[in-house]
């Protein structure tokens, strides 16, 4: 036979018979199993052949016995079968939304609250979904955003975004709860003020961010000036660490208070008692108008959306 062209690929048919031939071993119950006529099958092989440049098969009173060339062929093609039928798996997975890579992102509270929530239930049902989260703050988290590099994110807006380019679904406010050491001098009073507050240690986060600004505007609002004693950094694992350590006092958002004093976590922490409540600006559930979500994506804003909805109920 004349050597194969350079460049020769089988088509999806054509490795059919192959592995048809291989499991049945004469060419009449191959072309049954591919549901073609036996002379259609007989031409399909001579072409088959004819590409390849090699004789696959022995023609034998008791059907085809493959040559050393049709043993390496068998062995090929049904590796590219199989990942053929693999690949149609997981696309049709990726168009139910039960597979796919997603990446979104979030500020803590709706983090460790909302987003835990959905992701638990997505992967509970599409547990080779590939789901990465980024907790940042919202600068970074809309600066992801606006470069492809998120596909949603939970977060604020802030005035050097175009909101246009956004879809922009209202979440909720976030409130700030006061976290001490259980051991604090001031961890069981019924009731801390913010004047006994203002002389304390404290931890928060840097200037900017969301909470500690809050806090601060808090302080204003009575007449008090800023506490003077603050240790300043953006984690949180430091936060719960220097906490334990200190009579200092954290704000945190109420979702993060919640784990961190409430079983499985229970870090040995309390909640200070103040009177009113210091709401953060409201977030967002953010994504870009250009980019449409794919079906995984899709799937996951849903369940947060809905864990937001129930927990709204609650409140």
Same mark, same amino acid.
């Given at each position: 036979?004349? =050597?194969?062209?350079?460049?020769?690929?089988?088509?999806?048919?054509?490795?059919?018979?192959?592995?048809?031939?291989?499991? %049945?071993?004469?060419?009449?119950?191959?072309?049954?199993?591919?549901?073609?006529?036996?002379?259609?099958? !007989?031409?399909?092989?001579?072409?088959?052949?004819?590409?390849?440049?090699?004789?696959?098969?022995?023609?034998?009173?008791?059907?085809? &016995?493959?040559?050393?060339?049709?043993?390496?062929?068998?062995?090929?093609?049904?590796?590219?079968?199989?990942?053929? =039928? *693999?690949?149609?798996?997981?696309?049709?997975?990726?168009?139910?939304?039960?597979?796919?890579?997603?990446?979104?992102?979030? @500020?803590?509270?709706?983090? @460790?609250?909302?987003?835990? &929530?959905?992701?638990?239930?997505?992967?509970?049902?599409?547990?080779?979904?590939?789901?990465?989260?980024?907790?940042?703050?919202?600068?970074?988290?809309?600066?992801?955003?606006?470069a492809s590099e998120l596909d949603f994110a939970v977060g604020r807006i802030l005035p050097e975004y175009d909101a246009n380019d956004f879809d922009i679904l209202p979440?909720?406010?976030?409130?700030?709860?006061?976290?001490?050491?259980?051991? %604090?001098?001031?961890? %069981?009073?019924?009731?801390?003020?913010?004047?006994?507050?203002?002389?304390?240690?404290?931890?928060?986060?840097?200037?900017?961010?969301?909470?500690?600004?809050?806090?601060?505007?808090?302080?204003a609002a009575i007449g008090l000036p800023e506490p003077a004693n603050i240790v300043n950094t953006p984690s949180l694992l430091f936060t719960i660490a220097y906490l334990?350590? !200190?009579?200092? @006092?954290?704000?945190?958002?109420?979702?993060?208070?919640?784990?961190?004093? %409430?079983?499985?976590?229970?870090?040995?922490?309390?909640?200070?008692?103040?009177?009113?409540?210091?709401?953060?600006?409201?977030?967002?559930?953010?994504?870009?108008?250009? *980019?449409?979500? !794919?079906?995984? &994506?899709?799937?996951?804003?849903?369940?947060?959306?809905?864990? !937001?909805?129930?927990?709204?109920?609650? @409140?």
């Amino acid at each position: 036979m004349s =050597n194969p062209p350079a460049r020769m690929a089988l088509k999806p048919a054509q490795l059919r018979l192959l592995a048809a031939l291989g499991d %049945h071993g004469q060419l009449q119950l191959a072309a049954e199993a591919c549901a073609i006529t036996q002379p259609a099958a !007989s031409r399909m092989l001579a072409e088959i052949e004819r590409l390849l440049g090699a004789v696959l098969f022995l023609r034998q009173p008791k059907g085809l &016995a493959p040559t050393e060339a049709g043993r390496l062929v068998l062995r090929r093609s049904a590796l590219i079968l199989r990942e053929m =039928n *693999r690949m149609g798996a997981e696309v049709a997975a990726m168009r139910e939304g039960d597979a796919g890579t997603v990446r979104v992102g979030a @500020v803590t509270g709706p983090a @460790v609250s909302y987003l835990v &929530a959905a992701i638990r239930e997505v992967k509970a049902q599409a547990p080779t979904a590939d789901i990465t989260v980024e907790v940042l703050p919202s600068s970074d988290l809309l600066r992801h955003l606006a470069a492809s590099e998120l596909d949603f994110a939970v977060g604020r807006i802030l005035p050097e975004y175009d909101a246009n380019d956004f879809d922009i679904l209202p979440m909720r406010d976030e409130r700030v709860s006061f976290l001490v050491r259980a051991s %604090h001098p001031l961890a %069981h009073a019924p009731l801390v003020t913010l004047t006994e507050l203002v002389g304390a240690e404290w931890i928060m986060q840097q200037r900017g961010a969301p909470i500690r600004e809050t806090t601060l505007q808090a302080f204003a609002a009575i007449g008090l000036p800023e506490p003077a004693n603050i240790v300043n950094t953006p984690s949180l694992l430091f936060t719960i660490a220097y906490l334990a350590q !200190s009579d200092a @006092v954290a704000p945190m958002s109420e979702e993060v208070a919640d784990l961190l004093i %409430h079983p499985p976590v229970a870090a040995g922490l309390r909640r200070l008692t103040v009177p009113g409540t210091v709401l953060v600006s409201p977030y967002y559930l953010l994504s870009l108008r250009r *980019r449409p979500l !794919s079906p995984l &994506a899709q799937r996951l804003r849903a369940a947060l959306i809905a864990h !937001s909805d129930r927990a709204a109920l609650l @409140v």
